[in-house]
């Protein structure tokens, strides 16, 4: 477009999609290409006659009024391409009224189209789903209240006062809503696939406003780092986080956080360290211990091994070496680890791996001789052909009297159905039997442990 051309186009002119707006012309459909209430350009494959005439403006199939046209500037990018611009000569075009067709006819082609998303809903799932969001915003507003009403009437609102609150309100809405999400398993149990995702995405449509304000939902609804359990949302775990914009999302912060799936992730992190403790207590004086952490996250237990044993580590000779795909992950890891070496003036040998766990699955890491390697929560996402490959091949990097602990969370899982249905987060439960089937062939030394919760089992596997 010339600059003479772009001369007429005055600031407040609209430019919308050209498939949307048009002007009928001598019989023909001409797209608008952009419009103020005193002016329209036209594009069309022929030359425009110079005459005045009467145009009707269409803006998404619907009529919106006839005008005046005078033509008063044209331009021709190619050969078979012109561009007119037209001073409307009557009443001037409302503008207002075409940017409302559009926006309203996206608004109702939104609206029909997640009404057919949804068409297939089982009612009594979609019914318990609009009596859950009517129950969240009541309970929103009634806890709310007693932070207002306390701040107004200068009672004593400290961290105390709150904490006090967040601890009866959380419990109160898991003991609310566990039953809630059994009856909605039960309405899905005998449909198709299909038809139970899009009643997860009716249910989460529905309470998003409320739900996803919690940090501790939106990250793991969100994904960020491209999957639920990342190493920050294990921090928010690890740590009981419970921060949000209200004392109402407080609240229900904490009641993801305090969920018995939350709980044993905790629980195995303690598990964890328990075990790396037993071996270094066996782990002759003047022998490197050697230990392995496979998908290694923000490597809590061993920033919590650290605090809470240094004494033992100066009298160790230990090496540990963290291995995942996230290099955020290590990088978190590596900064908070190196501070609390120096800080606890530690001999601790420390190796970061930034590896592709398919390239340990196709054993493509060379270290060996390994008196303890363990995988909290790998598993939970690999299916069985991997989960056994995987297996083998740390199996055959311990040395003789080493061990391998292989973490997954059980189909005791009470808050399986609520992780898919409000988090979109996905594991791969299993079983004692279905962890032995995979596991037990290793070695005859072969036993399954548990966490307190129950909820997160351990294959424990001696060389």
């Given at each position: 477009?010339?600059?003479?051309?772009k001369?007429?186009v005055?600031?407040?002119?609209?430019?919308?999609?050209?498939?949307?707006?048009?002007?009928?012309?001598?019989?023909?459909?001409?797209?608008?290409?952009?419009?103020?209430?005193?002016?329209?350009?036209?594009?069309?494959?022929?030359?425009?006659?110079?005459?005045?005439?009467?145009?009707?403006?269409?803006?998404?199939?619907?009529?919106?009024?006839?005008?005046h046209?005078?033509?008063?500037?044209?331009?021709?990018?190619?050969?078979?391409?012109?561009?007119?611009?037209?001073?409307?000569?009557?009443?001037?075009?409302?503008?207002?009224?075409?940017?409302?067709?559009?926006?309203?006819?996206?608004?109702?082609q939104?609206?029909?189209?997640?009404?057919?998303?949804?068409?297939?809903?089982?009612?009594?799932?979609?019914?318990?789903?609009?009596?859950?969001?009517?129950?969240?915003?009541?309970?929103?507003?009634?806890?709310?209240?007693?932070?207002?009403?306390?701040?107004?009437?200068?009672?004593?609102?400290?961290?105390?006062?709150?904490?006090?609150?967040?601890?009866?309100?959380?419990?109160?809405?898991?003991?609310?809503?566990?039953?809630?999400?059994?009856?909605?398993?039960?309405?899905?149990?005998?449909?198709?696939?299909e038809?139970?995702?899009?009643?997860?995405?009716?249910?989460r449509?529905?309470?998003?406003?409320?739900?996803?304000?919690?940090?501790?939902?939106?990250?793991?609804?969100?994904?960020?780092?491209?999957?639920a359990?990342?190493?920050?949302?294990?921090?928010?775990?690890?740590?009981?986080?419970?921060?949000?914009?209200s004392?109402?999302?407080?609240?229900?912060?904490?009641?993801?956080?305090?969920?018995?799936?939350?709980?044993?992730?905790?629980?195995?992190?303690?598990?964890?360290?328990?075990?790396?403790?037993?071996?270094?207590?066996?782990?002759?004086?003047?022998?490197?211990?050697?230990?392995?952490?496979?998908?290694?996250?923000?490597?809590?237990?061993?920033?919590?091994?650290?605090?809470?044993?240094?004494?033992?580590?100066?009298?160790?000779?230990?090496?540990?070496?963290?291995?995942?795909?996230?290099?955020?992950?290590?990088?978190?890891?590596?900064?908070?680890?190196?501070?609390?070496?120096?800080?606890?003036?530690?001999?601790?040998?420390?190796?970061?791996?930034?590896?592709?766990?398919?390239?340990v699955?196709?054993?493509?890491?060379?270290?060996?001789?390994?008196?303890?390697?363990?995988?909290?929560?790998?598993?939970?996402?690999?299916?069985?052909?991997?989960?056994?490959?995987?297996?083998?091949?740390?199996?055959?990097?311990?040395?003789?009297?080493?061990?391998?602990?292989?973490?997954?969370?059980?189909?005791?899982?009470?808050?399986?159905?609520?992780?898919?249905?409000?988090?979109?987060?996905?594991?791969?439960?299993?079983?004692?039997?279905?962890?032995?089937?995979?596991?037990?062939?290793?070695?005859?030394?072969?036993?399954?442990?548990?966490e307190?919760?129950?909820?997160?089992?351990?294959?424990?596997?001696?060389?």
């Amino acid at each position: 477009m010339s600059d003479s051309f772009k001369m007429t186009v005055r600031q407040d002119r609209i430019n919308p999609p050209t498939d949307r707006c048009s002007i009928a012309l001598f019989d023909h459909i001409y797209p608008i290409e952009n419009f103020s209430g005193f002016g329209i350009a036209v594009r069309s494959r022929e030359r425009l006659s110079d005459e005045y005439f009467d145009a009707c403006v269409i803006v998404d199939g619907i009529e919106i009024g006839r005008h005046h046209l005078k033509k008063v500037r044209e331009e021709q990018p190619s050969e078979n391409e012109f561009l007119t611009g037209f001073e409307i000569t009557g009443v001037p075009l409302n503008a207002d009224s075409v940017v409302a067709v559009m926006e309203t006819r996206d608004v109702l082609q939104d609206f029909v189209h997640e009404r057919k998303l949804f068409f297939n809903v089982p009612e009594k799932f979609a019914l318990k789903a609009y009596r859950i969001k009517h129950w969240l915003e009541e309970l929103e507003q009634d806890i709310n209240c007693i932070q207002k009403s306390a701040l107004e009437e200068n009672k004593s609102y400290n961290r105390q006062f709150e904490e006090t609150v967040i601890q009866m309100v959380s419990k109160f809405i898991s003991e609310s809503l566990s039953p809630v999400y059994d009856e909605l398993a039960g309405y899905l149990e005998t449909v198709p696939a299909e038809i139970a995702a899009q009643s997860f995405g009716f249910f989460r449509s529905l309470v998003s406003g409320i739900i996803y304000r919690a940090p501790f939902a939106y990250r793991a609804y969100r994904k960020p780092l491209g999957y639920a359990g990342d190493y920050e949302m294990m921090n928010i775990i690890y740590d009981r986080d419970t921060s949000g914009d209200s004392l109402f999302i407080k609240c229900l912060q904490r009641y993801f956080v305090d969920e018995p799936a939350a709980k044993a992730l905790r629980n195995r992190r303690n598990f964890i360290q328990k075990s790396i403790i037993e071996h270094l207590l066996s782990a002759p004086e003047n022998e490197i211990c050697r230990i392995m952490s496979v998908a290694s996250g923000p490597a809590s237990e061993i920033q919590q091994l650290i605090t809470d044993q240094p004494a033992l580590l100066k009298q160790r000779r230990v090496e540990i070496h963290l291995i995942d795909q996230d290099c955020e992950a290590l990088k978190y890891s590596q900064k908070v680890l190196t501070a609390l070496i120096r800080n606890n003036q530690l001999p601790l040998a420390v190796y970061y791996h930034h590896l592709k766990i398919k390239a340990v699955i196709c054993d493509s890491f060379s270290q060996k001789d390994f008196n303890l390697i363990y995988s909290a929560g790998l598993f939970d996402y690999l299916k069985d052909n991997a989960s056994k490959s995987l297996a083998e091949n740390l199996f055959s990097m311990l040395q003789n009297g080493g061990e391998l602990i292989i973490g997954n969370f059980s189909k005791a899982n009470p808050n399986n159905f609520g992780m898919g249905l409000v988090l979109d987060w996905h594991l791969i439960h299993r079983s004692s039997a279905d962890m032995k089937n995979l596991f037990g062939h290793l070695s005859r030394k072969y036993r399954i442990e548990s966490e307190e919760e129950g909820v997160n089992l351990f294959a424990i596997i001696n060389k």
